[in-house]
């Protein structure tokens, strides 16, 4: 992944990176990167801020619809707490914009503040979905309390990715 990008005239650094692996047979998945406006190693203070950011996943095995809706639906279960319930239409239609994804293929998620998420493969873009609010559980899903992998938050958030 490149060390830089700009969006909407503004540049981007990437904060870091990691391998998300699954199931007890460590199955390699994607390598996420994270670009933020504010380069930092603050969980809380990534996600919460109104900056320019976006996640990187490269894809390194094929993923259907079903395992993404299906980790999806887990990721905003952990990350959206409480709120879940104000958030649950754009989760669906988040979820309905993610496509399956090929060996290969690359699914960007970036926050423009005022805007929201939007949603781009390598075949372009997919949708927006507005509100801070959901960008937030959004980037909790990697660096919340409860990410899907310890070694990918600690990789995107600079530190060393096992």
Not at 36 to 63: C, G, W
Not at 110 to 134: H, M, N, S, W
Request: hydrophobic letters at 40%; a positive charge; aromatic letters at 6%.
């Amino acid at each position: 992944m490149p060390d830089r990008l700009t969006i909407d005239g503004r540049t981007l650094a990437l904060n870091g990176m990691g391998l998300r692996e699954a199931s007890v047979f460590a199955i390699d998945v994607y390598v996420a990167g994270l670009y933020l406006e504010h380069p930092s190693a603050d969980a809380s203070r990534i996600t919460n801020s109104e900056q320019y950011k976006q996640m990187r996943l490269k894809f390194v095995r094929d993923v259907d619809r079903d395992e993404m809706g299906a980790a999806l639906r887990d990721g905003f279960r952990k990350s959206a707490g409480r709120d879940r319930h104000k958030l649950q239409a754009r989760i669906d239609d988040f979820e309905s914009r993610v496509p399956a994804m090929k060996k290969g293929d690359t699914l960007t998620l970036t926050y423009r503040p005022g805007k929201g998420v939007v949603i781009a493969t390598q075949l372009g873009e997919r949708g927006t979905i507005a509100g801070a609010d959901f960008a937030q559980a959004l980037f909790r899903i990697w660096l919340g309390r409860e990410p899907p992998d310890e070694d990918v938050k600690a990789g995107l958030l600079g530190g060393k990715c096992q």
